[in-house]
């Protein structure tokens, strides 16, 4: 039996080595099959030993990648189109994939064990609201055997493709997949958003602490707080603010010692 992938990118130098450290800690806390956990990045320093270190791959398209992430108006996560690319680091069955912004908050076997054969994420939470198809980037898993044309797709056309999702990488991912009749979405109990399904409704935000939502495997910091706004708790908008999340500390902080 082959080894689960779990895989992540880290580029820049927006986060450092301890969000890959905690993401790796938390999947070993709640992952029991046995696993490589790959790191894609372009600054390995810091990284944990049992993180397998892998350099960004370098695209025939790699000027339009570096367009699409940094010069564009809609500005997008293209780099893990690369993670789509068959025989990537040796990888073989499905792939889940995670943002380095996220905290792993329960089991994960169900993520690798749902809608097999498809291409699984979270509906995007303003898509859903709008009743538009869509998922969201934060968790996601495929099979570069069976859903290859993620990257042969764009690889053909990074531009075109772009352009069609109006510069969205998680769009690009969730809408071509739908269109090839591949698309699922993880029941929405378990991957949480931060922002809309743990801070409590206005007015109890201000003297409720947010809690980790029922059933959720993961819960996902996309915009405002951040994971540091999020422990230390955050004022700003009156339906955003809330007190802190002491629960980062088991669940995130934490995550480093099992590293």
């Known amino acids: 039996m082959s080894l689960a992938n779990v895989v992540c990118m880290k580029w820049g130098d927006k986060y450092p080595a301890a969000y890959v450290n905690r993401l790796f800690g938390g999947v070993r806390r709640f992952l029991k099959p046995p696993f490589r956990f790959l790191c ?105 055997a069976v859903h290859g044309y993620l990257y042969s797709e764009f690889a053909a056309d990074p531009m075109g493709c772009a352009a069609r999702v109006r510069g969205s990488e998680q769009r690009y991912t969730s809408l071509s997949a739908l269109r090839h009749g591949d698309l699922e979405y993880f029941p929405p109990r378990w991957i949480a958003s931060f922002k809309y399904n743990v801070i409590p409704l206005p007015p109890f935000n201000f003297f409720t602490e947010p809690h980790v939502p029922k059933d959720a495997r993961v819960v996902c910091f996309h915009g405002r707080p951040s994971m540091e706004e999020a422990l230390a708790g955050y004022r700003a908008e009156w339906w955003r603010s809330t007190r802190p999340a002491d629960w980062l500390v088991d669940y995130w902080l934490q995550g480093e010692r099992n590293a």
């Not at 690319?85 to 995670?98: D, H, N, Q, S, T």
């Not at 076997?109 to 303003?126: I, S, T």
């Not at 898509?127 to 980037?137: K, N, V």
């Open 40 to 144: 894609f990045t372009d600054k390995p320093e810091g990284i944990a030993a049992g993180v397998e270190i892998h350099p960004l791959p370098s695209e025939p398209f790699e000027a339009d990648l570096k367009v699409l992430m940094y010069e564009v108006k809609n500005k997008g996560a293209w780099r893990k189109v690369s993670l789509f690319k068959p025989g990537l680091a040796g990888m073989e069955g499905p792939i889940l994939g995670f943002d380095i912004d996220v905290v792993v908050t329960g089991p994960l076997e169900a993520l690798f064990d749902f809608a097999p054969g498809k291409v699984c994420m979270r509906r995007e939470w303003r898509d859903a609201r709008r009743l538009r198809q869509g998922g969201h980037g934060s968790v996601f898993r495929f099979d570069p």
